[in-house]
């Protein structure tokens, strides 16, 4: 069974560079054909992808969040971090980490919440 688990600071001030990490259990993110996403659902909104990591380490973003976005991973611990930068309160959300396929996600991290303020 593939567990995630997301981790990280629950407010970050604006302007500042948001930071999550994803623990995966039960399963290798290096794993021939799966891609490793983050995931986020602003208050009152639907899902909003952030962008993927692919067990080969390439990468790929949201065109609308490419420009303050980078995942990484380290496979020595089995997780992959999310760095958002110059976040607003327009970043405030519950960030999700998920195993994908081609077939979309089918694990998926209990959410961990975010908000930024000052």
């Known amino acids: 069974q593939v567990q995630l688990q997301e981790s990280g600071p629950g407010l970050v001030k604006p302007s500042q560079t948001l930071s999550l990490t994803c623990t995966v259990s039960g399963g290798s993110i290096t794993t021939n054909s799966y891609y490793w996403s983050w995931i986020r659902q602003p208050p009152g909104k639907g899902l909003e992808w952030i962008g993927y990591i692919h067990y080969s380490g390439s990468t790929y973003y949201s065109p609308s969040l490419k420009s303050r976005t980078c995942i990484t991973r380290d496979p020595t611990k089995n997780q992959f971090t999310l760095q958002l930068s110059s976040v607003t309160p327009e970043d405030t959300a519950v960030y999700y980490c998920?195993?994908?396929?081609?077939?979309?996600?089918?694990?998926w991290g209990q959410g961990t919440q975010v908000t930024v303020s000052s």
């Open positions: 998920a195993r994908d396929t081609d077939h979309g996600h089918d694990y």
